[in-house]
């Protein structure tokens, strides 16, 4: 089929907020253009774009689902599948579900210009040849003025035995510190209060200029017009002194930090290649709780990593209640083909891996609890957003403590002074504006 002089086109974001953040950038092209209108609320679409995540058997099991949703939505839709997916397994998404167009991790920044060449002559390309990654591709997510996330780096030379990212997304990557800077001073000048840095491994940036991520950090704390700094992911052997340092120090850098930690077992760390020993993870987050008591510290972990034992396992959840950390992102360990963790022999039943993934979750809880308790009665400085529900507005202190109030016009995208008086069951703060 031929598209249309005017064509309506909806955009489906799965996995990472790096994702989200390239999506964006994708769609501005299509924004730019006289020949499509984006749709903001899911209809029936002439162009469906997903763009796909590949991290766990369960990401593709949802990309496969919204696929098929799309296409009883609108049989005729052309349906563009791009991203970690598409680079991953793109003749399976070619072949066992109805997918137009198939495009990489690197092809998916092209996908205006297919679509395009699509539209005036018939013409449809797709990718199973990749290209390798070599360019990198700079972003930033949305059109809401409260928050960005502003992509810094891609890809990533780690080799976790069990992470597929080095595969979907290349080595590591990024712009230089003068580039990024000016993407920041872009977004500045758009009145945006908060950005949030993302990428796959931020702590790699400027690595192949010769720059550093905390040259990167000096500079945007430097930045007028942006209010609130966040870190995204930051791998505890990149997790410097003096980043822990200039955070403390910073009034733009927000208290909050999310640090992989995958295992509370050296045994188990060494397994799955990871670059520290838990030595190293706690004297990091004991050296942010003593510059900064409130500091937010969320951390990843992995249930159920094949050789993981039972008294690995111990280990990891006794590692975790001695530490002060905020809350946990639990995965349950999915194996990936091609990675080395994929031929390690299961050391437990499934059932088993389904109770360490439980137990730790309900370990977060905890420590969330306990961490919301640490901020009940005090001042705190909230930044709330513009989506309302039920009456209320919400947002979010520094250190990442979510308060709701009821909703009024003035609040919107500003910072507030409030003091956290209780929180609910659903873990947000009734407040008090000063």
Same mark, same amino acid.
């Given at each position: ?46 162009? *469906? ?70 539209? $005036? ?162 004297? $990091?987050?004991?050296?942010? $709780? ?36 905020? *809350? ?26 389904? *109770? ?43 250190? *990442? ?34």
């Amino acid at each position: 089929m031929f598209l249309a002089d005017s064509m309506k086109i909806a955009f489906y974001t799965l996995g990472c907020k790096l994702n989200f953040s390239e999506t964006s950038a994708i769609a501005r092209d299509f924004a730019m253009s006289d020949h499509y209108d984006i749709m903001k609320v899911p209809d029936k679409a002439d162009i *469906y774009v997903i763009n796909s995540c590949s991290v766990t058997h369960n990401a593709e099991r949802k990309c496969r689902e919204l696929i098929r949703r799309l296409r009883r939505q609108n049989p005729v839709a052309l349906v563009a599948v791009i991203g970690c997916y598409s680079q991953i397994k793109p003749r399976e998404l070619g072949s066992a579900v109805k997918v137009d167009m198939v495009l990489g991790s690197q092809e998916k920044f092209r996908l205006f210009d297919i679509v395009e060449q699509y539209r $005036n002559n018939g013409i449809l390309q797709n990718c199973e040849k990749r290209p390798e990654f070599s360019e990198f591709f700079p972003a930033w997510s949305g059109d809401d003025r409260t928050r960005k996330f502003l992509k810094i780096q891609d890809g990533c030379d780690y080799g976790c035995s069990y992470c597929i990212v080095p595969l979907a997304r290349g080595g590591s990557r990024s712009d230089t510190t003068a580039a990024t800077i000016d993407s920041v001073k872009k977004l500045a000048a758009g009145q945006v209060k908060e950005l949030v840095l993302t990428g796959v491994n931020i702590g790699d940036f400027g690595k192949q200029h010769n720059e550093t991520f905390l040259g990167l950090l000096n500079e945007i704390d430097k930045v007028k017009g942006i209010e609130r700094i966040r870190l995204s992911s930051v791998e505890p052997d990149l997790l410097y002194d003096d980043i822990i340092k200039l955070v403390a120090d910073s009034v733009k850098i927000m208290p909050h930090f999310h640090i992989p930690l995958q295992s509370g077992s050296d045994k188990v760390l060494k397994e799955m290649g990871r670059k520290y020993d838990t030595r190293l993870f706690a004297r $990091n987050v004991e050296h942010i $709780n003593s510059l900064m008591p409130l500091a937010c510290i969320a951390v990843d972990v992995i249930a159920g990593f094949p050789t993981e034992t039972g008294k690995d396992f111990k280990e990891t959840v006794s590692f975790i209640e001695n530490l002060p950390i905020s *809350y946990m992102h639990v995965f349950t360990f999915s194996k990936r083909e091609n990675t080395p963790a994929a031929g390690l022999e299961k050391r437990f039943h499934s059932s088993e891996k389904s *109770y360490r993934s439980n137990s730790l979750k309900e370990l977060s809880k905890k420590k969330l609890n306990t961490f919301y308790r640490l901020n009940k009665g005090r001042g705190a400085n909230v930044l709330f957003e513009s989506n309302t529900f039920d009456g209320f507005i919400s947002g979010f202190t520094s250190n *990442y403590v979510r308060v709701k109030t009821p909703y009024s016009p003035d609040l919107q995208n500003n910072i507030c002074k409030v003091l956290l008086t209780d929180f609910s069951a659903d873990m947000q703060f009734d407040c008090k504006i000063l």
